[in-house]
């Protein structure tokens, strides 16, 4: 049912999904030049919440549990598990109030209406995976903006999606940098859990009726941990615990 079914609703998702794209390219371009930071920001916010709503035509439900209390006074570095390229609009819409910046690769920068564009000129991190130097000074370049706007960041410590639902072992080093360089910065663990069901099937078709559950989790103080590797293992723990995925031990 749900293959069959995606057969039918994938192609009006796409549609609509692509349409939303191109009428954004002009729009960004448009409140970039003439409102700067501030209107190109709220464009692609809009955009995002348009593009969550496509995840319907699809029967997709989306679920943001938000936690109260997450300061946005203070850079917040949001450290999730990655499933798919669907985990993106919901997360840049429900966590736009903290200015949250994402690291991409820097292929993406190219070819694609405006999701290019705002990764280009949204503040973020591109890197090039390839180029350790790149990728180190452009993390460098994203917490000095954290530091300087209070802005915050997405992090996905796996390095790429799962297309399983399993958790890959979660990496250091973009996180230290980060906080190495943005020591005020809080760290909140989100758990991010269905969105891969959706591509079970490949991009064609999509799965029909699948739900995806965003859960923001208890903030982290850095400062309560020995550092950044400490860090990133209790982070990784709670998300695999919200996950129900907990590493087994051997006794």
């Not at 954004?24 to 969550?52: E, M, T």
């Not at 269905?194 to 559950?213: A, D, H, Y």
Request: net charge positive; with cysteine; proline share 6%.
């Amino acid at each position: 049912m749900h293959k069959l079914a995606g057969y039918i609703f994938s192609p009006i998702h796409y549609l609509v999904f692509g349409l939303f794209l191109g009428i954004f390219q002009p729009i960004q371009w448009l409140c970039l030049k003439i409102g700067g930071y501030k209107a190109h920001k709220r464009s692609v916010d809009i955009l995002n919440l348009l593009l969550s709503s496509t995840y319907y035509l699809i029967g997709c439900h989306i679920s943001f549990r938000m936690r109260d209390g997450i300061p946005e006074n203070r850079p917040v570095i949001f450290i999730a598990n990655h499933q798919s390229m669907y985990d993106i609009p919901p997360l840049i819409w429900h966590l736009r109030h903290y200015h949250a910046k994402f690291i991409s690769k820097i292929e993406l920068t190219k070819g694609i209406p405006s999701i290019s564009f705002n990764l280009k000129h949204g503040g973020g991190a591109n890197i090039d995976r390839k180029d350790s130097k790149q990728a180190i000074a452009e993390i460098l370049k994203l917490a000095r903006r954290m530091s300087e706007n209070c802005w915050s960041a997405v992090i996905f410590p796996e390095g790429t999606r799962s297309n399983n639902g399993d958790i890959k072992p979660f990496a250091v080093g973009g996180i230290a940098t980060l906080l190495k360089k943005v020591p005020t910065a809080l760290v909140v663990p989100v758990a991010i859990d269905g969105s891969w069901k959706l591509t079970r099937f490949g991009i064609f078709p999509l799965s029909f009726g699948e739900q995806i559950r965003f859960t923001v989790l208890e903030p982290i103080e850095p400062s309560t941990l020995p550092g950044p590797a400490e860090l990133v293992a209790r982070t990784e723990e709670v998300i695999r615990k919200a996950l129900g995925k907990e590493l087994k031990t051997e006794v």
